[in-house]
């Protein structure tokens, strides 16, 4: 049998014994055998395509049970992350750099994914370093599912006032004067703060259609090739 591709000199995880092995043969999208690399080099056909694994690891793809890839999708391409960023002041660099090419009326958002312990810092960002690095852009910035940190922009295009009351089981902050400050806390309803944000500009459709593509190359990146999606927005 001639193989349509070869992936060789690598270590392939399987399924079978054995666990390991350094090459595997694919014809018609299916594997058609697995084994060492002479072994498997003997399917090589004038049209076969090789893939040479550098020695690398070689996984089954990943199913993730519980993950969000509609809302994720539709939203990657409007989303900062912070993910992995080794200090708080990184994370306003970049934050300020997304705020300068942002167009308006977009706003930027960082959308969970982080925590004050990945910081150097080991703390969370404030509202004025916020501020003081987008003060015309409208920034939101999600902290797991306890609060989120508006600036002066965002207070504005979502119209938090002072007259504005407190939602049923949420707070927000204010100053002496009764002003909100920007900061909207769950207690411990997290539904004002997907409530603020559903207020931000949508992506059109061609767009939508862009980011969801972008979002599943990420997810494939990890080594996820199928999802289910356990709904919320």
């Known amino acids: ?22 090459a595997v043969a694919i014809k018609d999208g299916k594997i058609s055998a697995i084994g060492t690399n002479d072994e498997i ?7 076969t395509s090789i893939i040479d694994g550098n020695g690398r690891a070689v996984i089954p793809g990943l199913n993730d049970s519980h ?8 939203n990657y391409n409007l ?21 300068m090419r942002t167009p308006p009326p977009q706003w930027v958002r960082v959308i969970g994914g982080w925590t004050a312990f990945q910081f150097a810092e080991r703390r969370l960002p404030t509202l004025d370093e916020i501020n003081r690095v987008a003060p015309d852009t409208p920034v939101f910035v ?4 306890d609060r989120a940190f508006l600036n002066g922009a965002a207070l504005r295009a979502v119209g938090y ?14 100053d002496k004067q009764g002003n909100p ?3 909207i806390i769950a207690r411990p309803n997290a539904m004002i703060l997907y409530a603020t944000l559903a207020k931000g500009p949508k992506l059109t459709h061609e767009d939508q259609v862009n980011s969801t593509r972008h ?5 494939n990146r990890f080594g996820i090739t199928s999802v289910i999606d356990a709904g919320g927005g």
């Open 142 to 145: 999600l902290h797991l599912y």
């Open 1 to 22: 049998m001639t193989a349509d591709t070869i992936l060789h000199n690598a270590k392939i995880a399987t399924n079978v014994d054995p666990s390991f092995v350094e």
């Open 41 to 47: 080099m003997r399917q090589r056909g004038s049209a």
């Open 67 to 74: 993950i969000h890839p509609i809302r994720g999708g539709l």
């Open 181 to 183: 400050t920007g900061l």
């Open 79 to 99: 989303e900062l992350r912070w993910d992995g960023v080794p200090s708080l002041a990184d994370a306003l660099r970049r934050l300020k750099e997304q705020a």
């Open 161 to 174: 006032t002072k007259d504005m009351p407190d939602p049923p089981g949420a707070e927000i902050q204010r």
């Open 215 to 219: 979002f599943m190359r990420e997810l």
